[in-house]
C-alpha cells in the first residue's frame, strides 16, 4: 500500500516535471543558450509579418499577389523538404522582395533530438535555401516554437539568431477560424517591433489567408509600416 502510494507520488511528479519542460520549451522568447528573438524593442510604428511553413505551390502564389497588391514584404519561414521539391517558389518569393528563413527540414518538434539531428535539419535547409537563390543571413525559427538545450547549443555556436513572434492569432482555436476575429486579435495585440506569425500554406488556414489584407490594411491604417524580420532587428541596433 505504502509502496503504491509512494509511486503514484513519483509518477504524479513525473508528469509535472514533464509538462513544464514541455512549456517551457515552447515559450516564445525564452531559449537557454544564444540569441532569440520574439520582438524588436523599438518605439517606431514598424511591423514584421512572418509566415511559416510551406513553401507549397497555389498558397506561395496566392500570398505573393495579395502581399503585392497590398506593396508590403514578408519573411516566409521555410520547410527544407517542401524547398526540395519546389525551389522555383524560394525564387519567386525572393524575387517579389520577401525575406526568407529555415524553418528545419522535416518540421518536427525539436525538443529530445541528438545533437547530429539538429544539425542536419538546419544545415541541409540552409543548403537548400542557398542553391534556390537566398543571399545573406538566414534566420532559424524552430518548428512549434519548441527548443530546448541541444537546438539552442547548436545555435548559439553558430552564432544563429532564433526568430520566434510576439503576436500569434491562431493560437486560439476559435480566433482561428474566423477571419475578422483573426484581423481584430492581430491588430489589438501588435505593437511597435512586433513580429506577427501567420500561416497560410495549407487549405486548413484558409481564414489566415483572407485575413491577411484586412490585417495590413487597419495596421497601415494606425500608421504601421511592414519591414522584413531583418530591417526589423536593424532597426533595434540603430542609434
Ligand atoms: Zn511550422
Known sequence: MRVQSHFMFLLVLVLFSVAGVWRLSSLP????????????????KVVALTFDDGPT??????ILQILAAEEVPATFFLIGQEVQQHPQLVRQIL?????????????????????????????????????????GVIYF???????????????????????????????FPKIAKDPQA???????????????????MYDSRQATMQAVPQIIRQLKAQGYRFVTVHELLKLEQAP
Open 29 to 44: 522568447d525564452l531559449q537557454v543558450f544564444g540569441e532569440i528573438k520574439s520582438q524588436a524593442m523599438i518605439s517606431e
Open 57 to 62: 505551390p497555389d498558397k506561395t502564389n496566392q
Open 95 to 135: 524575387a517579389a522582395g520577401h525575406q526568407v528563413g529555415n524553418h528545419s527540414f522535416s518540421h518536427q518538434r525539436m525538443i529530445f533530438k541528438s545533437p547530429a539531428f539538429v544539425a542536419g535539419e538546419i544545415e541541409q535547409t540552409d543548403k537548400l535555401l542557398r542553391d534556390s537563390g537566398v543571399d
Open 141 to 171: 525559427r524552430p518548428p512549434y516554437g519548441k527548443k530546448l538545450l541541444v537546438l539552442p547549443w547548436y545555435l548559439m555556436k553558430h552564432h544563429r539568431v532564433s526568430v520566434t513572434w510576439d503576436v500569434a492569432p491562431e493560437n
Open 182 to 200: 483573426l484581423v481584430d486579435y492581430t491588430v489589438q495585440q501588435t505593437k511597435p517591433g512586433s513580429i506577427i506569425l501567420l500561416h497560410v
